[in-house]
């Protein structure tokens, strides 16, 4: 049975950080590329970023670029957000996903071509 459970969410100030995690079990996460997603009530899920199998691609979206990052422990089943200089409007329920890929370079962005699925974890971020 594949699991994903986030973890790391919080109240934080605009302008500060907070780190993500996202711990994998039953699947070999090294077959698999990683997405962060995030949702806001009455919105569509929004792709904010993801990292392929062993870690050497990621992409982000362009309203996190430069804010975000991306990180993978294969050995720890872990995959990890990285956010600084948080403003308001990154506030979501934030949610990895796991997709199965052959090539270490697929980076899916679509959140139909994920599989799996971990609950979420909430950010607010306050002005």
């Known amino acids: 049975q594949v699991q994903l459970v986030e973890s790391g969410g919080g109240l934080v100030q605009a302008g500060n950080s907070l780190r993500l995690s996202c711990v994998a079990s039953?699947?070999?996460?090294?077959?698999?590329?990683a997405g962060w997603f995030r949702q806001t009530p009455g919105k569509e899920r929004e792709f904010v970023g993801g990292?392929?199998?062993?870690?050497?691609?990621?992409y982000y979206a362009d309203s996190v670029k430069g804010r975000f990052t991306i990180s993978r422990d294969n050995a720890k089943n872990t995959v990890y957000l990285q956010m600084n200089s948080l403003k308001p409007e990154d506030t979501a329920v934030y949610s990895c996903?796991?997709?199965?890929?052959?090539?270490?370079?697929?980076?899916?962005?679509?959140?139909?071509?994920?599989?799996?699925w971990g609950q979420g974890t909430q950010v607010t971020v306050s002005s």
């Open positions: 996903a796991a997709a199965h890929t052959i090539y270490s370079i697929d980076v899916p962005s679509e959140p139909k071509s994920f599989g799996s």
């Open positions: 039953g699947l070999t996460f090294s077959n698999y590329a």
């Open positions: 990292i392929g199998r062993i870690g050497s691609v990621t």
